[in-house]
């Protein structure tokens, strides 16, 4: 070592490990968000809303622990990296808030990502970025293993490199439900639309009007402003037609539950359910199927929460912990035993 490494060596380094590679020679550009159905679309469908707010509901006031387990024994440990999440993610945001962002990003892009500030081996805040705004640019020597990757944020004041390192990203392994979804949810989208186009524009009942005699332009114009105004539209449903002399009126057996709009509705709001990992009887009690409502919450958190739970410890662990302590058995877990206390005695 030279002497102008003993003066340009940092005396607080944090102790982790970062794989980093000189070989660039091939380049993948990646972005997130890049969907037919945006976020903004997905949250205009009530079944959409429903799941997404119940698992990020349950999620976010989740307790998120330290703890260290040496041989048998296993012990919470006092740390502020579990006040950032559970009281204040950062300044501005509380840890509830910043937990929904997660996971509704990990949910409808596949990943969610989070800026860690750091002061040497001390973490001052944690940032839930929006996935769909995160470019990546990854790099690789050899083809297979990446070497090294560029991370660009379009945050506040426009494009901001960020280090790799200074990010905590938690990977669902999909391209999110925004993306292998967006034909369910395209339909979802055309189900509403028509039928709020059905309630405004639509004649109630349906049918045609007959006469055997010929009527002028003029009486025509006047009959169709006047049926529009008299019978168009939901408010006007169910009143009865008065014709003049010589009209006829037949209906046409043409309604929504013939069209099968509403079995149609119901079976894509299952789709959607399946989508987010939920059982339908969640969000609509007419699916109950369980006997109590611990068994219910027992199936929700081993088959929708427990996946994304894992993957948030994971990235966690992987990101907030020194190397000598993930050697020493330390590690976070959310406490999900709220989750199962449906009864005073359970």
Same mark, same amino acid.
Request: net charge negative; aromatic share 8%; proline share 2%.
């Given at each position: 070592?030279?002497?102008?490494d003993?003066?340009?060596?940092?005396?607080?380094v944090?102790?982790?490990?970062?794989?980093?590679?000189?070989?660039?020679?091939?380049a993948?550009i990646?972005?997130?968000?890049?969907?037919?159905?945006?976020?903004?679309?997905?949250?205009k469908?009530?079944?959409?809303?429903?799941?997404?707010?119940?698992?990020?509901?349950?999620?976010?006031?989740?307790?998120?622990?330290?703890?260290?387990?040496?041989g048998?024994d296993?012990?919470?440990?006092?740390?502020?990296?579990?006040k950032?999440?559970?009281?204040?993610?950062?300044y501005?945001?509380?840890?509830?808030?910043?937990?929904?962002?997660?996971?509704?990003?990990?949910?409808?892009?596949?990943?969610?990502? !989070?800026?860690? &500030?750091?002061?040497g081996?001390?973490?001052?805040? *944690? $940032?839930?970025?929006?996935a769909?705004? @995160?470019?990546? /640019?990854?790099?690789t020597?050899?083809?297979?293993?990446?070497?090294?990757?560029e991370?660009?944020?379009?945050?506040?004041?426009g494009?901001?490199?960020?280090?790799?390192e200074?990010?905590?990203?938690i990977?669902?392994?999909?391209?999110?439900?925004?993306?292998?979804?967006?034909d369910?949810?395209?339909?979802?989208?055309?189900?509403?639309?028509?039928?709020?186009?059905l309630?405004?524009?639509?004649?109630?009942?349906?049918?045609?009007?007959?006469?055997?005699?010929?009527?002028?332009?003029?009486?025509?114009?006047?009959?169709?402003?006047?049926?529009?105004?008299?019978?168009?539209?939901?408010?006007?449903?169910g009143k009865?037609? !008065?014709?003049? &002399?010589?009209?006829?009126?037949?209906?046409?057996? *043409? $309604?929504?539950?013939?069209?099968?709009? @509403?079995?149609? /509705?119901k079976?894509?709001?299952?789709?959607?359910?399946?989508?987010?990992?939920?059982?339908?009887?969640?969000?609509?009690?007419?699916?109950?199927?369980?006997?109590?409502n611990?068994?219910?919450?027992?199936?929700?958190?081993?088959?929708?929460?427990?996946?994304?739970?894992?993957?948030?410890?994971?990235?966690?662990d992987?990101s907030?912990?020194?190397?000598?302590?993930?050697n020493?058995g330390?590690y976070?877990?959310f406490?999900?035993?709220e989750?199962?206390r449906?009864?005073e005695?359970?």
């Amino acid at each position: 070592m030279g002497l102008f490494d003993i003066f340009n060596k940092k005396n607080d380094v944090e102790e982790r490990s970062f794989y980093t590679s000189n070989g660039q020679e091939l380049a993948i550009i990646s972005l997130l968000g890049g969907t037919k159905i945006t976020e903004e679309q997905a949250m205009k469908i009530p079944a959409v809303v429903a799941c997404l707010k119940l698992i990020e509901g349950t999620i976010s006031q989740l307790p998120t622990y330290l703890y260290q387990e040496n041989g048998q024994d296993i012990v919470k440990v006092p740390d502020n990296r579990t006040k950032l999440l559970n009281v204040e993610a950062n300044y501005f945001i509380d840890s509830q808030s910043f937990k929904r962002q997660v996971v509704k990003d990990y949910l409808f892009y596949g990943k969610s990502i !989070i800026y860690v &500030e750091r002061k040497g081996n001390s973490i001052v805040s *944690l $940032n839930a970025l929006k996935a769909k705004d @995160v470019l990546f /640019k990854q790099y690789t020597a050899n083809g297979v293993t990446l070497s090294n990757v560029e991370v660009t944020y379009n945050g506040l004041a426009g494009n901001v490199p960020l280090n790799y390192e200074d990010l905590i990203i938690i990977d669902s392994g999909n391209e999110g439900i925004l993306k292998h979804g967006a034909d369910i949810l395209e339909l979802a989208l055309e189900q509403n639309t028509y039928s709020k186009n059905l309630l405004q524009n639509g004649a109630l009942p349906i049918g045609v009007i007959t006469t055997m005699n010929k009527i002028s332009e003029t009486a025509m114009k006047r009959l169709k402003t006047g049926w529009q105004s008299l019978y168009s539209g939901s408010k006007n449903a169910g009143k009865t037609v !008065i014709l003049e &002399e010589g009209l006829e009126y037949k209906p046409i057996a *043409l $309604n929504p539950e013939q069209m099968q709009l @509403v079995s149609s /509705k119901k079976i894509t709001t299952s789709d959607i359910c399946k989508l987010f990992g939920i059982d339908e009887s969640l969000i609509n009690a007419e699916f109950n199927k369980y006997s109590a409502n611990s068994q219910q919450n027992l199936a929700y958190l081993q088959y929708t929460l427990a996946p994304i739970i894992t993957a948030i410890e994971s990235a966690l662990d992987k990101s907030l912990l020194l190397e000598s302590e993930k050697n020493n058995g330390y590690y976070f877990r959310f406490d999900t035993s709220e989750i199962l206390r449906s009864t005073e005695k359970e």
